[in-house]
């Protein structure tokens, strides 16, 4: 019986060039596209972990401030960015200038101000389920809570939430404050959901959890960049056990 003839080696795949091949690294598409998540700022190493799980998935982004101010022509770096690391996502801006000129094949972007709840939740409702939001817009303390307080509640269960450029909070400047406990600043109201992230731990038995306390499951503190992690945080507490004598002498007095 005659020998086998072998059959040919599969040809490999050609290796991606261009833009395909650095389609896997966000530091490296931001460089590409020259959006300052990195270089001015180092947020793209921090992003990638957090949004990687997302790579493949079909998702809507949502980035307040496109970025290029009232300059014609100028910005949208970021949001190509986006589109390019998650080849399946819908890419949405939202903007106070007109930024018409970024939309293209997975970019939308829209006309909002996020010191107004109505504006923002206008464009939220013209997405649909939000995913992903990023606040990198005005960077000013008043706008950030706004934008927090009306598109939180809006974001889906399992969802990311960042907050960028969290410095201006320490600039009076850009109505920040030197008082580092000041509560109108964004800073203080990111720490203050810090603690309600152990909320079913406080002693204080009258205290009535927040809307954030019950749907904040984990957050992530970087230099200028505040990272939320959305779901139902209802784990439950030891304290009763390990707290008796205090528990024990509250039930006595009841």
Known sequence: MPAPVPRPAAPRP????????????????????????????????????????????????????????????????SLRMWKHFFPKAQIFGMDIQDKSFVDEDRITTF?????????????????????VIIDDGSHLSPHILTTFETLFPLLKDGGIYAVEDTQTSYWP??????????????????????????YEEFVDEGYEPSYTDLNIVGMHFYHNLVIIEKGKNAE??????VLKKRYSEEGAKS
């Open 236 to 241: 439950g507490t030891n304290k009763k056990r």
């Open 173 to 198: 400047e850009w109505q920040g404050s030197e008082d580092r406990d000041d509560p109108k600043t964004s800073m203080s109201m990111l720490k203050k959901l810090a603690d309600g992230l152990n």
């Open 111 to 131: 006309i909002g101000d996020q010191s107004d709840p109505g504006s923002l939740i206008g464009v939220a409702s013209k997405i649909g389920t939000l995913d």
């Open 14 to 77: 050609a290796a991606p060039t261009g833009i395909a091949a650095i389609s896997h690294d966000l530091r490296k598409l931001a460089q590409h596209f020259r959006t300052d998540k990195w270089g001015t700022h180092r947020y793209a190493q921090h992003y990638q972990r957090h949004l990687e799980h997302l790579k493949n998935d079909s998702f809507n982004l949502l980035e307040i401030g496109i970025g290029g101010y009232s300059r014609a022509g100028q910005g949208g770096a």
